[in-house]
């Protein structure tokens, strides 16, 4: 069936670190993949989404590239700010109306 | 620009007490509308969708009903409340198809306390 794991549980970073949130997937329809984020209090908000032309996303420094060939979409960014401490989200798009998330990656970065 | 409102902001309520809430979506046609719960420090759980008035499929009950009365609104209720009903309820909605607007947004929530 369709599917999505992503790194659970707490990560922590120091200020500076590369981060890095793994995510791959299961699908039986050609995939859309998307990473939210969750800050405390509020509502999922989308941060990135994998797109049909191979194009890399990137927003606020996040990128993310979808491997069809390792049915991933792993999250990173080069250098972690105090304020991407947040509740990442992976999701998964599988056909018409059929929305996947993962467990949620809490991250926080320490300075 | 479309919009998406939640109401209650936010609510407290007595174990076995009704409740309903409800969500509509302005300045989009015949979106697909979903309901998630999310526990205090848990993960997002999908309970219902929508891809048309009057068509609710449901993910996950957790002792909780699902209607869509009109094209823009959504409503989740029940006639009992239980405690483990606490939490942030979501609101979401998705364009039905597309290669570059297959995303879901999320309203801002109504959260819930049971007592």
């Known amino acids: 069936g369709d599917s999505v794991t992503q790194t659970e549980g707490l990560v922590t970073l120091t200020e500076g670190l590369p981060v890095m949130l793994n995510c791959t997937y299961q699908s039986t329809y050609s995939p859309f993949l998307f990473w939210y984020v969750q800050h405390l209090n509020e509502a999922p908000k989308l941060l990135l989404k994998?797109?049909?032309?191979?194009k890399r996303p990137e927003h606020q420094g996040f990128h993310a590239t979808l491997h069809k060939s390792s049915s991933s979409f792993h999250l990173q960014k080069s250098s972690a700010q105090l304020s991407d401490s947040a509740l990442y989200y992976c999701a998964l798009r599988a056909g018409y109306q059929n929305f996947y998330f993962g467990k949620g990656t809490s991250l926080t970065v320490i300075p | 620009a479309q919009t998406i409102h939640q109401w209650p902001v936010a609510e407290i309520k007595a174990v076995g007490s009704p409740l309903s809430l409800g969500c509509t979506i302005k300045g989009k046609s015949s979106p697909n509308l979903y309901w998630y719960w999310q526990a205090t420090g848990g993960t997002l759980q999908q309970l219902f969708y929508s891809i048309t008035v009057g068509q609710v499929e449901s993910v996950v009950q957790l002792n909780l009903s699902a209607s869509r009365p009109k094209d823009d609104q959504f409503i989740l209720s029940t006639e009992k409340l239980l405690l483990s009903h606490s939490g942030f309820y979501l609101c979401?909605?998705?364009?039905?198809?597309?290669?570059?607007?297959?995303?879901?947004?999320f309203g801002p929530g109504t959260r819930l306390t049971v007592l």
């Open positions: 994998s797109f049909t032309d191979n």
């Open positions: 979401a909605w998705s364009l039905v198809w597309g290669n570059n607007y297959a995303e879901q947004f």
